[in-house]
């Protein structure tokens, strides 16, 4: 079984997003990125990302990583303060501690498809 399966599917996920979204926005230090973006759209690409992230099926059809976060002037603060929500979001549906830490290990490699560097915000 997956950890999708694990931790109950499709329902699990959404209340996992919905949390996320609900931490991530209320966050003054990230609520400025979600500024006019149709929350409803990107927690559906959330959705549909966390549910191939934790082994269940392959429904993503968003754009790349790079190509959706490109422009944003994301930074490692910002990226460190949004896993450490869906940690959290994750601990809530019922992730052990093991598997969360498994789940935010494996989102590391995308720091540098979300990341822009200093000098490419310049």
Known sequence: MSLYDDIGGA?????????FYHRVTADESLAPWF???????????QRAFLTVALGGPDLFSGRSMSGAHAGLAITDDAFDAVTEHLAY????VGLAHAQ???VIAGLQPLRAQVVESAAATA
């Not at 500024?35 to 690409?45: F, K, P, V």
């Not at 979001?89 to 809530?92: C, F, G, H, R, S």
């Open 35 to 45: 500024d006019g973006i149709d929350i409803d759209r990107l927690m559906a690409h």
């Open 100 to 102: 969360v830490s498994d």
């Open 89 to 92: 979001a994750l601990l809530d």
């Open 11 to 19: 329902p699990a996920i959404r209340l996992a997003v919905s949390v």
